[in-house]
């Protein structure tokens, strides 16, 4: 099998898993947050300086990479791993959610979307199989199975119409999934807010055996209590010994608590975006370092961090650059940035090793200013 997860420790103050997924290209300890390069490239860093920061893992998308450059190129420059220079492991999403969240113009049926290219608006199609067929050239580690992803929120009927069309595609990717011994498959359970369809949709899935499973349909809208809430009463009926995935999360504390619900991978992004507009992580809350109050501040973004853009360079400097518009700035934020939840990461996994996650969490969102009432400070 070309993925499989090892179960180390789980916490005994939160229930939180410290574990080791083993891919083709390398192993990673989990919890793990993956970097988003979404075209075979996490915008604006390098491979190496990637690999510096400690990313193991990054995520690619495997509707973007369909349209530029094709997945036939991929496929002949020897994959994705070759094409973009990268030695770690690699996940590829399986483009559902760009096609139903690009596309104003769609239309579902049993055998797949009917959309426009949102480039060009060109008409195109994509089936269940088409997606494996994609992935499978693109050559990544891990693989996504093509799933509807419905909007929140959504009818109950609705949602249950979803959510059994999404089970008969899970089933037909497995079918169609051709490098099981270099690729893993993962299946994706959906269900929306509705504990019934969840737990419909995760015994449809953990009947197939897939080597590891997501969780989609969350960070989409709904407050962050739903969230947790589905994460509390869905990841009790994955199976232990596979990787668990909580697709689109990456702040700070909803990947706290997404590891202390029994998450092992987490993707967004949140980091990289935000950095483009002159916003950085930091241990004391987010800091708009274009705001005009850093113009003469020669502090790092953080002082209690040990990254090499903290170490070496000023607010001041790096407003500079962003004011001005050029690229080192967004280059120095975005590495911050990645680099802080890596770190973060390290940290929640000592945590658990140690069986103190729960006292973690409320030092760090205490040390950052977060409540229920200001989440949007993260």
Known sequence: MAITYELIKTCKQTGARLGKVHTPHGSFETPMFMPVGTLATVKTMSPEELEEMGAPIILSNTYHLWLRPGEDIVKEAGGLHQFMNWDGSILTDSGGFQVFSLSNLRQIEEAGVHFRNHINGEKLFLSPEGAMNIQNDLGADIMMAFDECPPYPAEFEYMKASVERTSRWAERCLNAHQNEKTQGLFGIIQGGEHEALRQQSAADLTSMDFPGYAIGGLSVGEPKEVMNRVLEFTSP???????????????????????????????????????????CMTSNGRLVVRNAKYARDFTPIDENCDCRVCRSYSRAYIRHLIKANETFGFRLTTYHNLYFLLKLMKRVREAIKEDRLGDFKQDFFEQYGFNQTNAKNF
């Open 237 to 279: 009926l994955l199976p232990q010994h596979k990787p668990r995935y909580l697709m689109g999360v990456g702040s700070p504390d909803s990947l706290i608590e997404g590891s202390m619900r029994g998450m092992d991978m987490f993707d967004c992004v949140l980091p990289t975006r935000i950095a483009r507009n002159g916003t």
